[in-house]
């Protein structure tokens, strides 16, 4: 699997998070829609309640892989499962969104 535009996003924390547009005058506010913290890769990778869906299915490859939650850096490029499921979540996490 080849790296893609959502996936680059959630490894390198820059993308279409609200804290991160935020920060270049892009978005009003730094706070996702959930109202909870500020929108950030982390955030919506781990915490925020409108991505748990795809967050459980990640989390169940990364346990057949072995990788612990939450997982620790680099963890996602350990095996191609583990990027392919990283890859499937910031898809759907970056492509569902009601607010944009």
Not at 6 to 27: P, Y
Not at 30 to 58: G, N, S
Not at 79 to 86: G, H
Request: glycine share 4%; net charge positive; hydrophobic share 35%.
């Amino acid at each position: 699997m080849d790296l893609d535009h959502w996936t680059t996003q959630f490894l390198t924390g820059h993308g279409d998070f609200r804290a991160k547009l935020h920060s270049f005058t892009l978005a009003p506010d730094p706070i996702c829609e959930c109202d909870r913290m500020p929108e950030t890769a982390k955030h919506v990778l781990m915490y925020c309640p409108r991505t748990l869906d795809a967050r459980k299915k990640l989390r169940r490859v990364l346990r057949q892989e072995g990788v612990r939650w939450p997982p620790e850096d680099g963890a996602f490029l350990t095996s191609k499962k583990t990027y392919e499921a990283l890859a499937t979540f910031a898809r759907e996490a970056l492509t569902n969104r009601s607010d944009r």
